[in-house]
């Protein structure tokens, strides 16, 4: 989108092809329960390098703020938790 370029992981594990991404935004998930954990998708985002990283996957049907919260502290660059509580 414009000079913006954007990942949506959707119901994943990392995979080694993730590696070659150059991206700008990442969405990606930090439930544990289908798809990565929060500690899984903090390691993802190191390897990947976004410079927002936006996880999802949590806090409805399965995971909870707090896999977000623990991504957030993990995560080696910029995260944004859109359904903020705090």
């Known amino acids: ?10 119901d994943s594990d990392f995979i080694p092809e993730m590696e070659e991404l150059d991206v700008d935004l ?3 998930p930090v439930s544990g329960t289908y798809v ?3 500690v899984e998708a903090a390691k993802a985002v190191e390897k990947i390098n ?6 999802m996957h949590f806090g409805s049907i399965i995971g909870n703020r707090m896999d977000a919260k623990k991504f ?3 995560a080696g660059c910029r995260v944004e938790i859109l359904n903020k509580e705090d």
């Not at 989108?1 to 959707?10: C, I, L, Q, S, W």
């Open 26 to 28: 990442m969405f990606v």
């Open 36 to 38: 990565m954990t929060y």
């Open 1 to 10: 989108m414009g000079n913006v370029t954007f990942y949506h992981t959707g």
């Open 72 to 74: 957030r502290d993990l």
């Open 50 to 55: 976004p410079k927002l990283a936006i996880p």
